[in-house]
């Protein structure tokens, strides 16, 4: 069973900053695509940003110049610094893996983090 477990959000001021952190566990041998999504009740769940194995980024507008996703392959795990945060970040952040291959050749698609609250206070 693929785990994903995040880390880092919490309650903070407009203009401050904060660190997610999303590590997947387990005999790993390569995921693709890492990526970051958030979800306010009652909207749909959005993307965020995303970056493949080789480094390639893709943000959403709102967020660019703001945001920043990096991944180390080696530790299975991808990060997002969240600069200038604003009222309107606030929101459940989900960690995403398009897939992950263990050792042994089982593969698992779309999986989620538990997803970790991240509050601006104006």
């Known amino acids: 069973q693929v785990q994903l477990v995040e880390s880092g959000g919490g309650l903070v001021q407009a203009g401050g900053s904060l660190r997610l952190s999303c590590a997947a566990s387990?005999?790993?041998?390569?995921?693709?695509?890492m990526g970051w999504y958030r979800q306010v009740p009652g909207k749909q769940r959005e993307l965020v940003t995303n970056?493949?194995?080789?480094?390639?980024?893709n943000y959403a507008d709102s967020v660019k110049g703001r945001f920043t996703i990096s991944r180390d392959n080696a530790k299975n795990t991808v990060y997002l610094q969240m600069n200038n945060l604003k009222p309107e970040d606030t929101a459940v952040y989900y960690c995403?893996?398009?897939?992950?291959?263990?050792?042994?050749?089982?593969?698992?698609?779309?999986?989620w983090g538990q997803g970790t609250q991240v509050t601006v206070s104006s």
């Open positions: 970056i493949t194995r080789r480094g390639s980024t």
């Open positions: 995403n893996a398009d897939r992950i291959t263990y050792v042994g050749g089982t593969y698992y698609l779309d999986s």
């Open positions: 387990g005999r790993i041998f390569s995921i693709n695509t």
